[in-house]
């Protein structure tokens, strides 16, 4: 009886597998045509906003900042392409006169002198003329993500150029820095020190570059609609235009291994920037969060 009992048992198994099986297939088939359905939809949505203001919206009020003359800090040559190109290059098209501080040579490899000369390539094809630009070589701000920058130092380099270029607006990374680069959050810090110890020009407004999740960091322009909707303050460039940034980036020879290649391919910031106004209120509240 036993021996009879086993052959409807395998054919039970076999059909229970069989109906398992497909029950599986039929979810991924679901899953996979719902995930496609969600992607071609982004991907116009995508299409809709990039024709609707990265290319038809007049170049005049593209993410316009309303800035005559523009300080830009940065840490190291290359931030300045790898980071604010969009913003580089929309300011100058607007006809801001832009003004980049850059606090360390980039010495890091021991390629100083080189990447000094690059930066003022990579500049001039940004549209930055070379008596904009002022390199800081210092001791005490030496490239490295293990050095801690005397934050009292780079907010008196800050405070001196803002006065001397009677700057209207300062741009620089935030707290993240993007690549959470402990030089690129330094920079913020010393904003953060002028500010609290009210040292900042009254008639300066402070912008900052939103670091995003490593997701969207390499969504490159299908970032667009979230950008839109998230920020108030941005800068998208049209195609030609992110080759033209691209060209600038090239100039950092010496920067250029791989997986650069890759960061100027799918980078978000390579196409797009978005910036926060911020003011004293702001800063307490991210000095807040670091508590």
């Given at each position: 009886?036993l021996?009879?009992e086993?052959?409807?048992k395998?054919?039970?198994?076999?059909?229970?597998?069989l109906?398992?099986?497909?029950?599986?297939?039929?979810?991924?088939r679901?899953?996979?045509?719902?995930?496609?359905?969600?992607?071609?939809s982004?991907?116009?949505?995508?299409?809709?906003v990039?024709?609707r203001?990265a290319r038809?919206l007049?170049?005049?009020?593209?993410g316009?900042?309303g800035?005559k003359?523009?300080?830009?800090?940065?840490?190291?040559?290359?931030?300045e392409?790898?980071?604010?190109?969009?913003?580089?290059?929309?300011?100058?098209?607007?006809?801001a006169?832009?003004?980049?501080l850059?606090?360390?040579?980039?010495?890091?490899?021991?390629?100083g002198?080189q990447?000094?000369?690059?930066?003022?390539?990579?500049?001039q094809?940004?549209?930055?003329?070379?008596?904009?630009?002022?390199?800081?070589?210092?001791?005490?701000?030496?490239?490295?993500?293990?050095?801690?920058?005397?934050?009292?130092?780079?907010?008196?380099?800050?405070?001196?150029?803002?006065?001397?270029?009677?700057?209207d607006?300062?741009?620089?990374?935030?707290r993240?820095?993007?690549?959470?680069?402990?030089?690129?959050?330094?920079?913020?810090y010393a904003v953060?020190?002028?500010?609290?110890?009210?040292?900042?020009?009254?008639?300066?407004?402070?912008?900052t570059?939103?670091?995003?999740?490593?997701?969207?960091?390499?969504?490159?322009?299908?970032?667009?609609?979230?950008?839109?909707?998230?920020?108030?303050?941005?800068?998208?460039?049209?195609?030609?235009e992110?080759?033209?940034?691209?060209?600038?980036m090239?100039?950092?020879?010496?920067?250029?291994?791989?997986?650069?290649?890759?960061y100027?391919?799918?980078s978000?910031y390579?196409?797009?920037?978005?910036?926060?106004?911020?003011?004293?209120?702001d800063?307490?509240?991210?000095?807040?969060?670091?508590?």
């Amino acid at each position: 009886m036993l021996f009879n009992e086993y052959p409807h048992k395998l054919e039970f198994m076999y059909n229970f597998y069989l109906k398992f099986v497909s029950e599986i297939l039929v979810y991924i088939r679901n899953f996979i045509l719902y995930i496609g359905v969600w992607l071609i939809s982004y991907l116009c949505v995508c299409c809709v906003v990039y024709r609707r203001y990265a290319r038809k919206l007049p170049t005049r009020i593209r993410g316009a900042l309303g800035a005559k003359r523009v300080l830009l800090v940065i840490a190291h040559p290359d931030d300045e392409c790898m980071f604010f190109g969009p913003t580089i290059f929309r300011l100058c098209e607007q006809g801001a006169e832009v003004y980049i501080l850059c606090l360390s040579n980039g010495n890091y490899e021991g390629k100083g002198s080189q990447r000094r000369k690059e930066l003022w390539e990579a500049c001039q094809h940004l549209g930055v003329p070379d008596t904009n630009i002022c390199l800081i070589t210092d001791s005490r701000l030496l490239d490295s993500p293990k050095a801690q920058w005397p934050v009292p130092v780079i907010a008196k380099l800050i405070e001196h150029n803002l006065e001397a270029l009677d700057i209207d607006t300062l741009v620089t990374f935030d707290r993240g820095g993007v690549s959470s680069h402990p030089n690129h959050s330094a920079v913020f810090y010393a904003v953060a020190y002028m500010f609290v110890e009210k040292n900042m020009p009254k008639k300066c407004t402070v912008y900052t570059l939103d670091s995003v999740n490593i997701l969207r960091k390499y969504l490159g322009f299908l970032d667009l609609p979230l950008s839109f909707v998230l920020s108030s303050k941005r800068y998208f460039l049209r195609w030609t235009e992110s080759r033209r940034v691209t060209r600038a980036m090239k100039r950092h020879k010496s920067q250029m291994v791989w997986f650069r290649y890759l960061y100027v391919i799918f980078s978000r910031y390579m196409v797009i920037n978005t910036l926060r106004k911020i003011n004293l209120a702001d800063i307490e509240l991210e000095l807040e969060v670091d508590d």
